[in-house]
């Protein structure tokens, strides 16, 4: 069982990591947050501020069934590592608090888990805290997150250190009821079985519907308790096997994993955790993996028993830790390669890479205080962004600076500290500022001839460029015929695709303003090469010329990331609190006040959030309580901003030629 643990930060989800380990007999002693002797909170920097910041691995065995448990970061600036989880996850544990309630990062976290049909058990924590309230969380619960939730008991004594959960005996009939009439909305049979009378239907009947529809989804177990004392645990200990599946895999099929977590060993070599999903892989094998890249494995360990064991292969279900594929990156899938048994090549295939959450919103410049150290802060950087892919390094070689995309303030703190820690470079950050995005807003074409209009290049390429739907992502299509791409055999068709698909990608990271481009459709409709002379280089090179003038002629508007807040404030203080949003550039909408409390939703640009939390305090003595997540991106009114190019700029064809063709 690959099991996630996913919370708002401070909701207790690394001390439930402890108090399982320890009701499994993986530690001997339960490790404290706050002391930083937690067993998943490894790095130093984790320790000192007591926040996950990388997801952690650990393993351990619950009666027949071993399950690999994977702690996750709750704080929103790191939910890019969350993300990267999801995709391997069989089942999840959603902590909540039991004083706080549902947070902005539950909502987040549930919304996903939900879409990607992740089957969910939710764990309402510190019931031994004062103001912990059951009733009053299972109504946020079905409120906020889900309506479809089935408590598994009791609490009593609220608040003190004496709480504790009272699972509900089995056979008690108003438990068994109550379950029924949930389970009976979401399975036609069950359905028919509830409705000719409840007598008909055992305990143990719907217990087992209420299992097999956990394991679909369907409906999320609750259990109370404090990860702290220890109550309720057991409970759910009990719960995760038999409410959640266990992963199911073909060992003798073709070897096929997902890497979603990549780190270096003490000695600099990359290291990647890798879910199978089938097969077998074994030390020794040579591997591909990404775009065409291959690696020969030199060890693998697999997680048991509370750790990382040496062994010679990797099964399909299991997760391990990989080494000697020194070119793997987060999110490559190992896998055999597979042709189309017809030998007909796809031509609309698309590049639709689905995202959980949003994009970083923001970005800064990283300066080192050193000088001389700009050649191994870009190479720290580049390490950190092996390990976070959405740092997403930006080398301006012209103005010769680094940039970094970021989720938070928080996020810079912890890369200007392990930058101090683990490189022994110290820097500082430039002012944060906004990365807005491009979308096409009409539609454009460019042909450039062999041999024709000062193409200096040995190719024909044509590319049209137009909107995609908001929010579906990108799409690269072929529209020519087979004889018109060099040894148009399928494997060179393919691998013909794939590298000018790649080309296209690259080229819209930066738009007519700068900004990246979203939301396209780019399709090649001309393509012309002479032989034997014509090179995969002269359509490389080509590509971004012909692009960029299509993208011209369609034409982008500019977008800025939009966030929705949710505010709780004293009611008194509402006039101090719609100036400081008209001010931040907010769009609140009606405020709604009742008695002593008032709330009030709205948007504001991702460029004010920190701002914004850093003024409510303020503004009401101590007392509001803000949310805010990422929600769409609106187009910029008036100017549009711009961002400085650090490519060849494609679209000045004098200085890219000049840059492209030095030297030929």
Same mark, same amino acid.
């Given at each position: 069982?690959?099991?996630?643990?996913?919370?708002?930060?401070?909701?207790?989800?690394?001390?439930?990591?402890?108090?399982?380990?320890?009701?499994?007999?993986?530690?001997?002693?339960?490790?404290?947050?706050?002391?930083?002797?937690?067993?998943?909170? @490894?790095?130093?920097?984790?320790?000192?501020?007591?926040?996950?910041?990388?997801?952690?691995?650990?393993?351990?065995?619950?009666?027949?069934?071993?399950?690999?448990?994977?702690?996750?970061?709750?704080?929103?600036?790191?939910?890019?590592?969350?993300?990267?989880?999801?995709?391997?996850?069989?089942?999840?544990?959603?902590?909540?608090?039991?004083?706080?309630?549902?947070?902005?990062?539950?909502?987040?976290?549930?919304?996903?888990?939900?879409?990607?049909?992740?089957?969910?058990?939710?764990?309402?924590?510190?019931?031994?805290?004062?103001?912990?309230?059951?009733? =009053? $969380?299972?109504?946020?619960?079905?409120?906020?997150?889900? *309506?479809?939730?089935?408590?598994?008991?009791? $609490? =009593?004594?609220?608040? @003190?250190?004496?709480?504790?959960?009272?699972?509900?005996?089995?056979?008690?009939?108003?438990?068994?009821?109550?379950? %029924?009439?949930?389970?009976?909305?979401?399975?036609?049979?069950?359905?028919?079985?509830?409705?000719?009378?409840?007598? /008909?239907?055992?305990?143990?009947?719907?217990?087992?519907?209420?299992?097999?529809?956990?394991?679909?989804?369907?409906?999320?177990?609750?259990?109370?308790?404090?990860?702290?004392?220890?109550?309720?645990?057991?409970?759910?200990?009990?719960?995760?096997?038999?409410?959640?599946?266990?992963?199911?895999?073909?060992?003798? /099929?073709?070897?096929?994993?997902?890497?979603?977590?990549?780190?270096?060993?003490?000695?600099?070599?990359?290291?990647?955790?890798?879910?199978?999903?089938?097969?077998?892989? =074994?030390? =020794?094998?040579?591997?591909?993996?990404?775009?065409?890249?291959?690696?020969?494995?030199?060890?693998?360990?697999?997680?048991?028993?509370?750790?990382?064991?040496?062994?010679?292969?990797?099964? !399909?279900?299991?997760?391990?830790?990989? @080494?000697?594929?020194?070119?793997?990156?987060?999110?490559?899938?190992?896998?055999?390669?597979?042709?189309?048994?017809?030998?007909?090549?796809?031509?609309?295939?698309?590049?639709?890479?689905?995202?959980?959450?949003?994009?970083?919103?923001?970005?800064?410049?990283?300066?080192?205080?050193?000088?001389?150290?700009?050649?191994?802060?870009?190479?720290?950087?580049?390490?950190?962004?092996?390990?976070?892919?959405?740092?997403?390094?930006?080398?301006?070689?012209?103005?010769?600076?680094?940039?970094?995309?970021?989720?938070?303030?928080?996020?810079?703190?912890?890369?200007?500290?392990?930058?101090?820690?683990?490189?022994?470079?110290?820097?500082?950050?430039?002012?944060?500022?906004?990365?807005?995005?491009?979308?096409?807003?009409?539609?454009?074409?460019?042909?450039?001839?062999?041999?024709?209009?000062?193409?200096?290049?040995?190719?024909?390429?044509?590319?049209?460029?137009?909107? %995609? *739907?908001?929010?579906?992502?990108?799409?690269?299509?072929?529209?020519?015929?087979?004889?018109?791409?060099?040894?148009?055999?399928?494997? %060179?068709?393919?691998?013909?695709?794939?590298?000018?698909?790649?080309?296209?990608?690259?080229?819209?990271?930066?738009?007519?303003?700068?900004?990246?481009?979203?939301?396209?459709?780019?399709?090649?409709?001309?393509?012309?090469?002479? @032989?034997?002379?014509?090179?995969?280089?002269?359509?490389?090179?080509?590509?971004?010329?012909?692009?960029?003038?299509?993208?011209?002629?369609?034409?982008?508007?500019?977008?800025?990331?939009?966030?929705?807040?949710?505010?709780?404030?004293?009611?008194?203080?509402?006039? !101090?609190?719609?100036?400081?949003?008209?001010?931040?550039?907010?769009?609140?909408? $009606? *405020?709604?006040?009742?008695?002593?409390?008032?709330?009030?939703?709205?948007?504001?640009?991702?460029?004010?959030?920190?701002?914004?939390?850093?003024?409510?305090? /303020?503004?009401?003595?101590?007392? /509001?309580?803000?949310?805010?997540?990422?929600?769409?991106?609106?187009?910029?009114?008036?100017?549009?901003?711009?961002?400085?190019? $650090?490519?060849?700029? *494609?679209?000045?064809?004098?200085?890219?030629?000049?840059?492209?063709?030095?030297?030929?």
């Amino acid at each position: 069982l690959n099991l996630g643990i996913l919370a708002h930060v401070d909701a207790g989800k690394t001390s439930l990591t402890e108090r399982l380990l320890f009701g499994a007999g993986v530690i001997d002693e339960i490790g404290s947050v706050d002391d930083g002797s937690t067993q998943t909170d @490894s790095l130093a920097l984790e320790r000192q501020r007591g926040i996950t910041i990388k997801s952690a691995v650990v393993s351990f065995v619950i009666n027949d069934v071993t399950v690999n448990l994977i702690d996750t970061p709750g704080h929103p600036d790191f939910i890019a590592e969350v993300e990267r989880v999801l995709s391997v996850l069989d089942g999840a544990v959603l902590v909540i608090s039991a004083v706080e309630g549902v947070q902005a990062q539950t909502r987040v976290l549930m919304r996903t888990l939900q879409r990607l049909n992740i089957p969910t058990l939710i764990f309402v924590n510190k019931i031994d805290r004062g103001g912990a309230d059951d009733e =009053r $969380t299972l109504l946020a619960i079905r409120e906020k997150l889900t *309506p479809v939730i089935i408590p598994m008991g009791s $609490t =009593r004594e609220l608040g @003190s250190k004496r709480a504790d959960f009272v699972p509900y005996p089995a056979g008690d009939p108003a438990f068994t009821a109550s379950v %029924a009439e949930v389970l009976a909305d979401h399975d036609e049979a069950f359905l028919a079985a509830y409705v000719e009378g409840e007598a /008909g239907l055992s305990y143990d009947d719907v217990r087992g519907e209420l299992a097999r529809q956990g394991r679909r989804a369907r409906v999320h177990p609750v259990y109370f308790g404090s990860a702290i004392v220890g109550s309720g645990v057991k409970a759910l200990i009990s719960g995760l096997t038999e409410f959640l599946p266990t992963s199911q895999g073909d060992v003798n /099929g073709s070897a096929s994993g997902t890497v979603f977590k990549v780190e270096r060993d003490p000695a600099g070599e990359k290291i990647a955790y890798v879910r199978m999903f089938s097969g077998t892989i =074994r030390a =020794r094998d040579r591997l591909r993996f990404g775009q065409e890249r291959d690696g020969k494995v030199t060890a693998i360990r697999v997680f048991a028993d509370g750790t990382a064991v040496q062994r010679r292969s990797l099964q !399909a279900g299991h997760i391990g830790r990989v @080494s000697g594929l020194s070119d793997v990156q987060i999110g490559d899938t190992i896998a055999l390669p597979r042709e189309p048994s017809d030998g007909q090549v796809d031509w609309d295939s698309e590049t639709r890479g689905e995202r959980f959450f949003a994009p970083p919103t923001l970005e800064s410049v990283v300066v080192p205080a050193n000088p001389a150290d700009k050649g191994a802060l870009h190479l720290a950087l580049t390490q950190l962004a092996e390990q976070d892919p959405l740092i997403n390094l930006r080398q301006d070689d012209i103005r010769q600076e680094l940039f970094v995309s970021l989720y938070g303030e928080v996020q810079k703190e912890v890369i200007q500290a392990t930058l101090a820690n683990d490189f022994g470079l110290a820097v500082t950050f430039r002012e944060t500022s906004m990365i807005c995005v491009e979308r096409p807003i009409g539609t454009g074409a460019a042909v450039e001839l062999l041999g024709k209009d000062a193409n200096p290049f040995l190719a024909t390429v044509g590319l049209r460029i137009e909107p %995609a *739907p908001i929010n579906t992502g990108t799409e690269f299509r072929l529209d020519v015929k087979h004889e018109s791409i060099p040894l148009y055999r399928y494997k %060179a068709i393919e691998e013909f695709r794939k590298s000018l698909e790649a080309t296209v990608k690259e080229t819209l990271h930066q738009g007519v303003h700068g900004w990246e481009v979203i939301d396209y459709v780019v399709t090649l409709t001309h393509s012309g090469y002479m @032989s034997p002379e014509t090179t995969s280089g002269d359509f490389r090179k080509l590509a971004p010329l012909v692009l960029m003038s299509a993208l011209k002629e369609a034409g982008t508007i500019v977008c800025e990331p939009m966030h929705e807040f949710a505010l709780e404030f004293p009611a008194d203080t509402l006039p !101090a609190v719609l100036a400081v949003l008209a001010r931040l550039r907010a769009q609140p909408q $009606t *405020p709604d006040v009742r008695g002593r409390v008032g709330t009030l939703e709205g948007e504001i640009p991702a460029s004010q959030v920190y701002a914004l939390q850093q003024q409510v305090p /303020g503004v009401t003595r101590g007392e /509001g309580v803000l949310e805010t997540t990422f929600h769409r991106y609106q187009p910029v009114r008036g100017e549009f901003p711009t961002r400085p190019r $650090t490519d060849l700029n *494609p679209l000045n064809r004098k200085e890219y030629l000049r840059h492209v063709l030095r030297g030929v």
